[in-house]
C-alpha cells in the first residue's frame, strides 16, 4: 500500500493567513492526489483532483501543487469558513489510501 | 447533482454481516461513474473499502477483500455493502461515494454517513 503523510498534523492561523499544508507518498503517485476539507460531524469534501484541479464549487483560494510524491495544499486568505480537517489522498493505485489529517484551527 | 444517502443498522453484533444500502438520486447509474464505500473510524482514519461499476465491475482493498462484497442493483438505483463476520474495530462511519466523471478514485459526492457499532 502507498502510505501518504501530513504534515503537520496541526496548526493555528488567523484570519486572512495563508496556509500550506505538505503531503507525501511513499513512493510516487505521478499527478493522482487529491485533497478534501472535512467539518466536523460531516462528510469529506472534495476540494482538488489530480495535483491541481479545482472541484467545481470551490473557491480559487484553494490550490494545489506538486508532482512525483510530493504535494502542497495551499489557502490563500484563510475565511472563518476554512477552519477544518484536511485530507489528502492518491488514487494511483489500488488501494486508495489517505493521509492522517490536517486540523486548521483559529490562533 | 448527484444525492447518495446510506441506510442499514447502526448496530451489528461481532461475528454477524454488516449491511448497508447506498440509494442514488439525480443520476442513472447506468450512465456511468464508479460507486463506492469508505469508512471512518478514529483509530483508523479515512480507509477506501471498495468500488463498483455499475456493469458489475468490482475492486476492493485487499486488507478488506476477503470480508466483503459490493453489489449495484442498476433498476433500483442503488448499491450494496455486505461486510461479514465483523469485529470491534470495524465499528466506524460508514460513507458511500462516487467518483469524479472518467476517474475511479476521485470521490466528488459523499453520503451524510452512517455510524455502524459493533457490540453485544
Known amino acids: 500500500d502507498i502510505q501518504m503523510t501530513q504534515s503537520p498534523s496541526s496548526l493555528s492561523a488567523s484570519i486572512g493567513d495563508r496556509v500550506t499544508i505538505s503531503c507525501r507518498a511513499s513512493?510516487?503517485?505521478?499527478?493522482?492526489l487529491n485533497w478534501y476539507q472535512q467539518k466536523p460531524g460531516r462528510a469529506p469534501q472534495l476540494l482538488i483532483y489530480a495535483t491541481s484541479s479545482l472541484q467545481s464549487g470551490v473557491p480559487s483560494r484553494f490550490s494545489g501543487s506538486g508532482s512525483g510524491a510530493d504535494f502542497t495544499l495551499t489557502v490563500n486568505s484563510l475565511q472563518p469558513e476554512d477552519f477544518a480537517t484536511y485530507y489528502c489522498?492518491?488514487?494511483?493505485?489500488?488501494?486508495?489510501?489517505f493521509g492522517q489529517g490536517t486540523r486548521v484551527d483559529i490562533k | 447533482q448527484v444525492q447518495l444517502q446510506e441506510s442499514g443498522p447502526g448496530l451489528v453484533r461481532p461475528s454477524e454481516t454488516l449491511s448497508l444500502t447506498c440509494v442514488v438520486s439525480g443520476y442513472d447509474m447506468t450512465s456511468g461513474h464508479y460507486w463506492g464505500w469508505i469508512r471512518q473510524s478514529p483509530g483508523k482514519g479515512l480507509e477506501w473499502i471498495g468500488s463498483i461499476y455499475h456493469t458489475g465491475t468490482t475492486f476492493y482493498n485487499p486488507s478488506l477483500e476477503s470480508r466483503v462484497t459490493i453489489s449495484a442493483d442498476t433498476s433500483e438505483n442503488h448499491f450494496s455493502l455486505k461486510f461479514n463476520s465483523v469485529t470491534a474495530t470495524d465499528t466506524a462511519v460508514y460513507y458511500c461515494?462516487?467518483?469524479?466523471?472518467?476517474?475511479?478514485?476521485?470521490?466528488?459526492?459523499w453520503g451524510l454517513g452512517t455510524l455502524v457499532t459493533v457490540s453485544a
Open positions: 489522498q492518491q488514487s494511483y493505485s489500488i488501494p486508495y489510501t
Open positions: 513512493r510516487t503517485i505521478s499527478k493522482y
Open positions: 461515494v462516487t467518483a469524479v466523471s472518467g476517474t475511479t478514485g476521485d470521490f466528488a459526492y
